[in-house]
């Protein structure tokens, strides 16, 4: 009897004491937890003149650029010139060849979001673009 009396006692006790904060409150969790991504399309399509071994030809990207920053659908339509003119100085007299692989496209993405990056960052003072994503890739 005095054994069960004295387990509950320790179990009493053991139960009223303080127990520690957790580490991450949920509002915590809440803030840094990253803003959903935005879809915002490069509208109107991108047209730029290529390198059609000695040929001019004709490049037609639909993108859309993805972000998390708060705004970016403002910040990016504020600054419309110079994304797209870091954009068809980078895609401008490319080869087709190149143009044509995947491995030509990737490449050329990723150079894609490097510029803008660059851009938006001069512009803004933050960088704004996540990735950006070819819809459509049309050579002509």
């Known amino acids: 009897?005095?054994?069960?009396?004295?387990?509950?006692?320790?179990?009493?006790?053991?139960?009223?004491?303080?127990?520690?904060?957790?580490?991450?409150?949920?509002?915590?969790?809440?803030?840094?937890?990253?803003?959903?991504?935005?879809?915002?399309?490069?509208?109107?399509?991108?047209?730029?003149?290529?390198?059609?071994?000695?040929?001019?030809?004709?490049?037609?990207?639909?993108?859309?650029?993805?972000?998390?920053?708060?705004?970016?659908?403002?910040?990016?339509?504020r600054h419309e010139a110079p994304v797209r003119h870091a954009l068809i100085m980078l895609v401008s007299g490319r080869p087709v060849a190149e143009l044509r692989t995947i491995r030509g496209k990737e490449a050329l993405r990723k150079e894609a979001r490097a510029a803008l990056r660059k851009v938006l960052e001069e512009e803004t003072g933050q960088p704004v673009v996540d990735e950006i994503y070819f819809t459509s890739f049309i050579i002509q």
């Open 1 to 77: 009897m005095r054994r069960t009396v004295l387990l509950l006692g320790l179990l009493l006790v053991t139960l009223c004491l303080p127990r520690p904060a957790p580490a991450e409150s949920e509002e915590q969790a809440a803030e840094e937890k990253p803003a959903p991504l935005s879809y915002l399309p490069l509208d109107p399509p991108l047209v730029v003149n290529v390198d059609d071994d000695g040929r001019v030809g004709f490049l037609q990207i639909e993108a859309q650029i993805a972000s998390r920053t708060p705004g970016a659908k403002d910040i990016l339509e």
